[in-house]
């Protein structure tokens, strides 16, 4: 039996979002009050307490969501295991030698954006710490740069499955799609530079480059590139005969690094046995089920057999919102709710190609889908559910309404710009 089952789905979710929000403020215990917003969209969408168990069980004890958990500590140990080498403050030195300190804390998480890792942001924050030797700017100034330069590449890259996945359920070729996500990557590029002021230009003095640069950059990003290596050689697997778990390769990318490191800068057992034992290992994997488990919620088949997006998109359109506000709303919504771009592709584009009619023209298509993707990313963003978001903030200290503040303006810049690139694809095309 649902609860309010009158109350509109739009409402329904927000609740939800707003009790995560609030009990995590007051309890700081992130994990409880993602099991208390699954709880609440559980009970809204009126599943039984054995359908409960069901879709948490199902969601936490998978394979590929367990390859998931293995991929977060891996990354947790080789980023620690870089710092404790000295090969992080190489790469930082190095870097720092060529760029300034406010251009250091844009290369750093865009380079480890490169990777499609699952929490990357735990990879690239302690390099966006090291830029601040000093420790003068606010834990929430380096949470939010290190979150937002981490994912420009989300709107475009092949390397994630997100834009994979929009191709697609759009059926566009990966030259078409990137009319779709590349302007809005270098849309959001520049956005970040709001976030970017507030960082010294110069907070150091400039160092003279150091002779072989790229020889010596290829050399401290070698871990790194084996992951991205084992990344693109599995896709180059034939489907037919590749495992479909994207966390896999990246599982043996990081054991491969790892392992390439011990041998180029080995660290004794005394030095690994904190590095492999931690309890914060532990505090991230219960967090991530739990996120995980919430997204399962939003995407699962209500009782009835519907669909969850399905019913707020009917209510939207039942109250006779244009459909120009929908193709905004229901990605923008579906982002919030389960932090994955991913997630909001999956469950709204195809309804807002569906709102386009049959055989929409390339123009339309292209003009509605880059609306949809700026908003779907925004959300995705702003999301207090998105994984990267939160254990950036564990990593820095700091709190989540801190950092989600000094997204909102870079965010609302990345609207307005989707808006015009609507506008300007409905004339152009």
């Avoid at 590449?153 to 092949?158: A, F, K, L, R």
């Avoid at 990318?253 to 690994?272: E, S, T, Y």
């Avoid at 006779?320 to 997630?343: K, N």
Wanted: proline share 7%; aromatic share 10%.
């Amino acid at each position: 039996m649902q609860l309010l089952p009158t109350l509109p789905w739009l409402v329904k979710i927000l609740v939800s979002l707003v009790l995560i929000i609030l009990t995590n403020s007051l309890l700081k215990r992130l994990s409880l009050a993602m099991a208390l917003g699954s709880l609440a969209l559980a009970l809204f969408a009126g599943h039984t307490p054995a359908q409960m168990l069901a879709i948490t069980g199902n969601q936490i004890f998978n394979v590929k969501h367990l390859n998931f958990l293995l991929v977060i500590a891996l990354v947790y140990w080789l980023s620690h295991q870089m710092s404790a080498s000295g090969l992080m403050q190489d790469l930082v030195k190095l870097i720092q030698g060529r760029l300034s300190q406010r251009d250091s804390f844009l290369v750093l998480p865009m380079l480890i954006g490169l990777l499609p890792v699952p929490a990357g942001a735990l990879f690239s924050a302690p390099l966006v710490d090291s830029c601040d030797q000093e420790k003068k700017l606010r834990p929430e100034l380096k949470s939010a740069i290190n979150f937002w330069f981490r994912h420009p590449w989300e709107y475009c890259s092949p390397m994630y499955p997100a834009p994979l996945l929009a191709m697609e359920i759009a059926a566009l070729s990966l030259l078409q799609f990137l009319w779709v996500g590349l302007p809005l990557a270098l849309i959001s590029l520049v956005a970040g530079y709001l976030l970017l002021r507030q960082v010294p230009a110069q907070g150091r003095s400039c160092q003279s480059p150091q002779p072989g640069f790229f020889r010596q950059l290829l050399a401290l990003i070698t871990p790194i590139l084996i992951v991205v290596s084992a990344y693109i050689i599995y896709q180059l697997i034939p489907a037919a005969i590749r495992w479909d778990n994207n966390y896999f390769p990246i599982s043996l990318g990081v054991i491969g690094g790892i392992l390439w490191l011990q041998r180029a800068r080995p660290l004794p057992i005394a030095q690994w046995r904190p590095i492999l034992f931690q309890k914060k290992i532990l505090t991230l994997a219960l967090q991530m089920s739990m996120i995980r488990v919430y997204g399962a919620f939003i995407e699962t088949k209500l009782p009835d057999g519907s669909s969850l997006v399905a019913n707020f998109s009917a209510e939207l359109t039942s109250y006779g919102i244009p459909v120009i506000l929908m193709v905004m709303l229901i990605p923008f919504v579906s982002a919030l709710a389960t932090g994955l771009a991913v997630g909001y592709i999956g469950a709204s584009f195809p309804i807002i190609i569906s709102l386009l009619g049959p055989s929409p023209s390339f123009a339309a298509l292209l003009a509605h889908l880059v609306l949809a993707q700026g908003f779907g990313m925004i959300g995705v963003m702003l999301s207090p559910v998105h994984v990267c978001h939160l254990v950036s903030n564990e990593y820095f200290e700091t709190e989540l309404s801190h950092s989600t503040r000094l997204l909102l303006a870079p965010s609302a810049l990345v609207l307005l710009g989707s808006i015009l690139l609507y506008l300007l694809y409905s004339l152009v095309f």
